[in-house]
């Protein structure tokens, strides 16, 4: 079957980095998406990658190993508003997204 | 407008009740779709339509009816509800489906079913 797992919470500190990390196994693979979501507001998106390796756009970095069948979310110089919940979702052979529960970042002062 | 908008923003409902959830996009795209989210679970994809024809149904229960009359509007009603329907319902467009871009998020539909 097809599965995701990511931490359910973590929580950091202003100015800090912390990275989110995500596991899953798909029937098939045509790339790997990140998106925010704030409590109350929609998705919106941050990453894709398709290929091995770390994509970086500015405070927020994403990396892909298809090998292992896992990505993570870099997140730099923590800032308050950085405080909402980050969902993983690799696309399948039918460029499906298959969603996580998503991990809610705590970030404190 | 721009983006993705969704009406109404929220919604309380009872079981005998028949209403429709709205959902317009400004962005040119071709495919619509919607998920339904409860606390802490993951996303659940309902229905997806592609240049208006529905492409994917996610074995939705019937009390659920999508509509699409056109690429920028898609419509949910509801009809005999539960209250474990009780959700927050999204909308997402993106420039096609079964391509990899993007999908465009509404703000959402909180429903109550009472």
């Known amino acids: 079957g097809q599965n995701i797992d990511q931490p359910t919470e973590m929580t950091a500190t202003e100015g800090a980095i912390v990275q989110i990390n995500c596991t899953y196994q798909t029937s098939g693979f045509n790339g790997l998406f990140w998106y925010q979501q704030h409590a109350g507001e929609a998705p919106t998106f941050l990453s894709y990658?398709?290929l091995d390796g770390l994509e970086e756009k500015g405070r927020f970095s994403s990396f892909l190993s298809r090998s292992k069948g896992y990505s993570y979310l870099l997140l730099k110089e923590l800032q308050m508003k950085d405080s909402a919940s980050y969902l993983c979702?690799?696309?399948?052979?039918?460029?499906?997204?298959?969603w996580g529960a998503g991990t809610k970042l705590i970030i404190k002062p | 407008e721009t983006g993705v908008t969704q009406t109404p923003r929220h919604l309380v409902m009872g079981m005998t009740n028949k209403k429709s959830l709205k959902c317009e996009q400004h962005?040119?795209?071709?495919?619509m779709y919607w998920y339904k989210q409860s606390a802490k679970k993951p996303l659940e994809l309902m229905f997806v339509y592609n240049f208006k024809e529905q492409t994917e149904n996610n074995s939705v229960p019937s009390r659920f009816s999508p509509e699409c009359p056109n690429s920028s509007h898609l419509f949910l009603h509801l009809h005999t509800l539960q209250p474990e329907d009780s959700a927050l319902y999204l909308c997402a467009s993106s420039i096609i489906a079964g391509g990899s871009g993007e999908q465009f998020f509404g703000p959402g539909t909180r429903l109550t079913v009472l």
């Open positions: 990658n398709v």
């Open positions: 979702a690799p696309m399948d052979s039918n460029y499906q997204l298959i």
């Open positions: 962005l040119g795209h071709n495919a």
